[in-house]
Nanobody, 112 residues
C-alpha cells in the first residue's frame, strides 16, 4: 500500500512562489504513476501535473504550463510541485496521488 503526505502550502500574494512536497512511502516514486491535482473553491478536483511510470515523462494541465514544474528527490522518495507566478485562481487544496492513493492535501491561498 502507498501512503502520500503533502506539505508546503500557505498564504501567499499574487506573483509569489511555493514548493509543494509529496512524501511517498510503501513504494518508490519510479514505480508509481504519481501526480498533482487541485480542488478550487466550489469546483471539482482537477488535474495539475503527473509523471507517468512507463516513460518517466511529466504532463501538465494547460492552465499551469510554464508556471508549475514537477521535480523529484529519489533519495527522499519525494515529489515536488514548484508553483510560480501564483494567481488568485490558483487558490486550492493541492492533492498528491500516487498509485491511486490520495493524500489529505495542502492548502494554497493566493491573495490579490
Amino acid at each position: 500500500q502507498v501512503h502520500v503526505v503533502e506539505s508546503g502550502g500557505g498564504l501567499v500574494q499574487a506573483g509569489d512562489s511555493l514548493r509543494l512536497s509529496c512524501a511517498a512511502s510503501g513504494r518508490t516514486l519510479s514505480s508509481l504513476n504519481i501526480g498533482w491535482f487541485r480542488e478550487r473553491p466550489g469546483k471539482m478536483r482537477d488535474f495539475v501535473a503527473a509523471t507517468r511510470r512507463s516513460d518517466g515523462n511529466t504532463y501538465y494541465a494547460d492552465s499551469v504550463k510554464g508556471r508549475f514544474t514537477v521535480s523529484r528527490d529519489n533519495a527522499k522518495n519525494t515529489l515536488y510541485l514548484h508553483v510560480n507566478s501564483l494567481k488568485p485562481e490558483d487558490t486550492a487544496v493541492y492533492y498528491c496521488n500516487g498509485g491511486d492513493y490520495w493524500g489529505k492535501g495542502t492548502l494554497v491561498t493566493v491573495s490579490s
